[in-house]
C-alpha cells in the first residue's frame, strides 16, 4: 500500500462527510514519516477527501471546534463573527439598512467565495450577503477555508475561494440547549441533540429561532441595527458499515423576514418613508455516498438542489425573486505506484426568476469534467495536479487548472506553493443588489465571463508549543463586474476595461499551552482597479490596507473560560461618501467570560466596549439617493456600537 494513502483524495473525489476513509495502519506510518511533531491530528475535508492538515499540499485554514465553541457564545446565529476573525478574510457589510454581509477573501469582493455545507451547495452557487448571517454555529466540527482560485476543484463559484461548514458528527448521545440575549434587543434559542445507533447509523437536528429588534441610535429616524426574526430546522442521518461504504443526507428548512430603513412615522431626507423588507424562504436537500470495488477503487456520488424565495420591498419598489441551484457528481479513485489518481464528471444548473422584471432571469446548465493527479516524491514531498473544464450554457468552455507543491525541507518546517486559476459567469447578483434590488439597473447586455489566476507561498516553522506562519499571496482578475452610473436613477453593469490586482501578505502567531491560547495575525493587502466611472486606477473601496488582531483565552475544565480579544482595522478607500474619501483606523475590543456549574455553563460578552461607531464620525443617510437608490454610505466601521450579549447552555 503507497505510504502516502493519507492523501488519498485531495482534489476533486467527493468524501462523504464525517467518515475516515484510511485504514489505521496507514495513518500511524505516515504519522512515523513525518518529522514534525504534531499534538492535535486534524483532517480536512474541505479539499474533498479526509487527510490530515499537516498532509496537504494547498494552504488550508482550519477553524477548530474550539473557537467554534467560543464564537457560539458571542453569536449564537451567525457565523459571521466566526469568519471575520480569521486571517485573509474579511466579513464585509454589505447592505447597513438590513445588516446584510459577506466575506471576502483576501482581498476579493464576496460574491467569489463558494460557501460549502459538508463539501455540498447548499446555500447556492453563488455567494450572496444573507446566507453567511443564517447558518448558527452550534453543530459546526469545524470550518475550512480555502485561500484563492479553487475553481479546479469546486467549480466556476470558487473563483476566490471556498468555505466549507463541516457539521458535528453522532459519536454520542448528546443534548445542547443555549439560550442568549443582547443588550441591542436580540434573542437566540437554538437546540442540538444527536442519537448514534447501536448499528452503523446515528442523526443530528438542529433547530433555533433567532430574533433582533429594530434599533435607532443616532435618532434620525433611519434603523442603524435591522430587526429580524428566523427559525431553522436541520435534520442530518449518518451512515457507516467500517468496510468502505458510507452515506450521509442532510436536509433544512429556513424562513427570515428582516426590516429596515425609516421606521414608523420617520421619513428620509426627501420627506417620503422609505422603509425596506426582505422575507426569505429557504428549503435544501443533499446526499454524498461512496462504496468500496471489488477492484478496490472507490466510487462516490454527490448530489444537492437548493430552493430560495425573497420577497423584498424597498422603498416603494417590491421584488419577488426565485433561486434554485441542482448539483450531482460522480468520481472513481484509484492509486497506481506513487501516484494517486481521481476523475469524474459533474452537473449543475442554476436558476433565476423575478416576476417584476424577467428580463433578468436565467437558467444556466454547466456540466463538468474533472482529473487529478498527485504524486508522492517522498515523505517529505509531494505534488498535486488537477484541472476542471466545465461547459456553460452561457459563457462556454472555461478551463481551470491548480498546481500545489508540499516540501517539509527539514524538521518543523512546513512550505507550500500553490497556483491556480478560476472563472466567474457573470449574473446580476451582486454584492449592491442584494441591498438595492434590480429595478434600477439595465438589463445585462455582452458581458464576459472572469476570469482569474492567484498564486500563494506559505512558510510554516514549529517550535514545541509555538506555531509560525508566513504567507506571501497575489491574484490579477480580469474582467472584472462593476457597477456604474447609466444615467439618472439607473446603473449597468460592464466588464473592468482593466484588470483588478492584489497582493498582500498574512503573519499568523499561535502559542498553546495547557489552558491557555494566544494568537496575534497581522496582514497587508494592496487591492486595485479601474475606477468605472474614470477609468482612473484606484484603490479597491472597502479593503483596508493593514489588519491585525491579538487573543487570549484561558480555558479550565472545571470553572470555565475567560477571553479577550483586541482588532484592528486600517484605513480604507470609499467610494460614493459624500463625507470622506478615506475610513479612519480603529480598534474593536471585546472580553468573554464563562462559568460551568454541572451540565450548565453561564456566559457573559462584551463587544466592542469601547463603543466605536461609525456615525459619530459621520452621518449613515445621504443628502440624496443614489442612481440605484440607496439612501445610505457604505459601512467602513461598526454602526452598533458596544453589545454585551449573555446567556446558558445546558447539556443534558
Do not use: C
Not at 417590491?318 to 505506484?337: A, N, P, V
Request: aromatic share 8%; net charge negative; glycine share 10%.
Amino acid at each position: 500500500m503507497p505510504r502516502r494513502i493519507a492523501v488519498f483524495l485531495f482534489a476533486l473525489l467527493p468524501a462523504a462527510p464525517g467518515f475516515a476513509q484510511q485504514p489505521a495502519d496507514a495513518n500511524q506510518q505516515s504519522q512515523q514519516q513525518d518529522p514534525i511533531e504534531i499534538k492535535e491530528e486534524v483532517v480536512v475535508t474541505a479539499t474533498r477527501t479526509e487527510t490530515r492538515l499537516q498532509d496537504q499540499p494547498l494552504r488550508v485554514e482550519v477553524i477548530d471546534r474550539e473557537d467554534i465553541e467560543e464564537k457560539a457564545l458571542m453569536t449564537p446565529g451567525s457565523v459571521a463573527m466566526l469568519l471575520s476573525e480569521t486571517s485573509g478574510l474579511r466579513v464585509q457589510t454589505t447592505a447597513p439598512s438590513l445588516g446584510a454581509a459577506n466575506v471576502r477573501i483576501q482581498g476579493l469582493r464576496g460574491r467569489y467565495a463558494q460557501l460549502l455545507a459538508d463539501g455540498l451547495p447548499l446555500y447556492g452557487s453563488q455567494g450572496d450577503s444573507f446566507s453567511l448571517l443564517q447558518v448558527p454555529p452550534l453543530d459546526l466540527e469545524q470550518v475550512e477555508v480555502i485561500k484563492g482560485a479553487a475553481s479546479a476543484l469546486y467549480g466556476l463559484s470558487a473563483l476566490g475561494g471556498v468555505i466549507n461548514l463541516v457539521s458535528r458528527r453522532p459519536r454520542e448521545v448528546e443534548r445542547e440547549a443555549l439560550v442568549n440575549v443582547t443588550s441591542r434587543g436580540g434573542t437566540d434559542l437554538t437546540a442540538w441533540l444527536t442519537q448514534p445507533s447501536a448499528g452503523n447509523w446515528g442523526t443530528t437536528l438542529l433547530a433555533g429561532y433567532h430574533r433582533q429588534s429594530t434599533k435607532e441610535i443616532e435618532k434620525d429616524g433611519w434603523a442603524d441595527v435591522a430587526g429580524f426574526d428566523r427559525g431553522i430546522f436541520r435534520p442530518r442521518v449518518f451512515y457507516d458499515n467500517r468496510q468502505g461504504r458510507t452515506l450521509f443526507v442532510t436536509g433544512s428548512v429556513l424562513a427570515e423576514e428582516r426590516r429596515g430603513g425609516t421606521l414608523a412615522g420617520a421619513v428620509a431626507p426627501d420627506g417620503q418613508p422609505f422603509p425596506q423588507q426582505l422575507t426569505t424562504q429557504h428549503i435544501d436537500g443533499g446526499v454524498a455516498a461512496r462504496w468500496l470495488t471489488k477492484g478496490g477503487r472507490i466510487l462516490a456520488v454527490r448530489g444537492s438542489g437548493m430552493h430560495r424565495s425573497r420577497d423584498r420591498l424597498f422603498g416603494s419598489v417590491r421584488e419577488h425573486m426565485t433561486q434554485s441551484t441542482g448539483f450531482g457528481e460522480l468520481s472513481i479513485q484509484g492509486l497506481r505506484g506513487r501516484h494517486t489518481w481521481v476523475a469524474g464528471g459533474a452537473f449543475q444548473r442554476d436558476q433565476f426568476a423575478v416576476d417584476e422584471l424577467p428580463w433578468f432571469d436565467f437558467d444556466y446548465y454547466v456540466p463538468s469534467v474533472f482529473a487529478q493527479d498527485e504524486i508522492a516524491f517522498g515523505p517529505r514531498t509531494s505534488l498535486s495536479a488537477s484541472g476542471r473544464v466545465d461547459v456553460h450554457s452561457e459563457y462556454g468552455l472555461l478551463a481551470s487548472p491548480r498546481v500545489s507543491l508540499l516540501v517539509k525541507p527539514a524538521a518543523q518546517w512546513i512550505l507550500r506553493v500553490s497556483a491556480g486559476t478560476g472563472a466567474f459567469a457573470p449574473t446580476p447578483l451582486t454584492e449592491e443588489a442584494d441591498e438595492t434590488g434590480l429595478s434600477h439597473l439595465l438589463p445585462l447586455s455582452g458581458l464576459r465571463s472572469e476570469l482569474t489566476w492567484s498564486t500563494s507561498v506559505d512558510v510554516t516553522r514549529i517550535w514545541g508549543p509555538v506555531e509560525l506562519t508566513g504567507t506571501v499571496f497575489g491574484s490579477q482578475l480580469q474582467h472584472a463586474i462593476q457597477r456604474r452610473d447609466a444615467g439618472v436613477d439607473a446603473v449597468e453593469l460592464i466588464n473592468a476595461p482593466a484588470d483588478s490586482n492584489t497582493a498582500g501578505i498574512e503573519a499568523v502567531g499561535r502559542y498553546r499551552a495547557e489552558g491557555f491560547v494566544f494568537m496575534a495575525t497581522y496582514g497587508w493587502t494592496r487591492a486595485t482597479e479601474p475606477d468605472p466611472e474614470t477609468t482612473i486606477r484606484r484603490d479597491v473601496p472597502l479593503t483596508p490596507r493593514h489588519a491585525a488582531s491579538m487573543n487570549a483565552i484561558w480555558e479550565g475544565e472545571g470553572w470555565g473560560r475567560l477571553g479577550i480579544e483586541m482588532y484592528y482595522t486600517g484605513r480604507q478607500a470609499l467610494e460614493d461618501n459624500p463625507y470622506r474619501t478615506a475610513g479612519r483606523q480603529y480598534w474593536l475590543v471585546g472580553l468573554l467570560g464563562e462559568r460551568r456549574i454541572r451540565n450548565a455553563r453561564l456566559f457573559v460578552n462584551a463587544e466592542n466596549i469601547f463603543d466605536v461607531r461609525q456615525t459619530k464620525e459621520d452621518p449613515l443617510l445621504l443628502p440624496a439617493p443614489l442612481n440605484d437608490g440607496r439612501w445610505t454610505v457604505d459601512l467602513w466601521a461598526p454602526a452598533d456600537g458596544v453589545v454585551v450579549n449573555g446567556g446558558i447552555r445546558v447539556s443534558f
